[in-house]
């Protein structure tokens, strides 16, 4: 008997849609607004989603409580209040879009719950503007 966990957040965090193989024209062309060169924030919210069998013992498919610390401690740590191209290691060669990020999340998160569990992350960037990653 197979449950779906969910663990909802947010984050603050400023990036720039840019690819520097691209004139700023064409970067213009294509990201607008989000490429301006100084930065700009949102306020992320982030949903994980852990499918799994039911733990007969505990009737856990996992503990919400790890799956708080797991956020918190590799995912939370290293985004919240920073700058995404600047500050955090995956987006020094990757743009920090919606998709990227999710699908960033995804891959640090894969590596710290039990490979048993299909993983998705949505990734609020708007209210109205989300992405959900679950694999390749
Ligand atoms: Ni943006």
Same mark, same amino acid.
């Given at each position: 008997m197979k449950a779906t966990v969910c663990r909802k957040t947010h984050f603050n965090a400023a990036h720039r849609l840019y =690819?520097? $193989?691209?004139q700023d024209a064409k970067n213009e062309e294509v990201f607008g607004v989000c490429s301006r060169p100084n930065y700009h924030g949102h306020n992320y919210d982030l949903v994980v989603k852990v499918t799994g !069998?039911? =733990?007969? !013992? $505990?009737?856990?498919?996992?503990d919400m409580k790890n799956l708080k610390t797991i956020i918190e401690n590799s995912v939370l740590k290293k985004?919240?209040?920073?700058n995404l191209n600047v500050d955090v290691e995956e987006f020094k060669n990757q743009i920090p879009t919606a998709e990227n990020i999710a699908a960033t999340i995804w891959k640090i998160l894969k590596e710290k719950i039990n490979p048993d569990f299909d993983l998705t992350v949505v990734l609020y960037e708007t209210e109205r503007n989300f992405v959900e990653f679950s694999g390749e």
């Open positions: =690819n520097p $193989t691209w !069998e039911i =733990n007969p !013992e $505990t009737g856990y498919v996992m985004f919240d209040h920073y």
